[in-house]
């Protein structure tokens, strides 16, 4: 089973495809009847959820943390 990192930079991955997809043949958003069909909108979720993926590698990523003690 993938670990949460690579699962994480699937979804990436796969987010920035659909973003790729959008912007090479943008579509304007309408209203068909009565129905609406936002493509700004459902650009900005995509670019939200790259966003909370950073976040998550960021987060699984190993760190450390300098620090200095005084007496």
Same mark, same amino acid.
């Given at each position: 089973? *993938?670990?949460?990192? /690579?699962?994480?930079?699937? %979804? =990436?991955?796969?987010? #920035?495809?659909? #973003? $790729?997809? &959008?912007?090479?043949? *943008? =579509? *304007?958003?309408?209203?068909?009847?009565?129905? &609406? $069909?936002? @493509?700004?909108?459902?650009? =900005?979720?995509?670019?939200?959820? $790259? /966003? @909370?993926?950073? =976040?998550? #590698?960021?987060? /699984?990523? *190993?760190? /450390? %943390?300098?620090?200095?003690?005084?007496?």
């Amino acid at each position: 089973m *993938p670990s949460d990192a /690579e699962q994480y930079a699937t %979804i =990436k991955t796969q987010t #920035l495809a659909l #973003l $790729v997809a &959008m912007t090479t043949d *943008p =579509k *304007p958003t309408y209203n068909i009847d009565g129905q &609406m $069909v936002d @493509w700004a909108g459902y650009q =900005k979720a995509l670019e939200a959820k $790259v /966003e @909370w993926c950073d =976040k998550m #590698l960021a987060g /699984e990523a *190993p760190f /450390e %943390i300098h620090s200095q003690g005084y007496t």
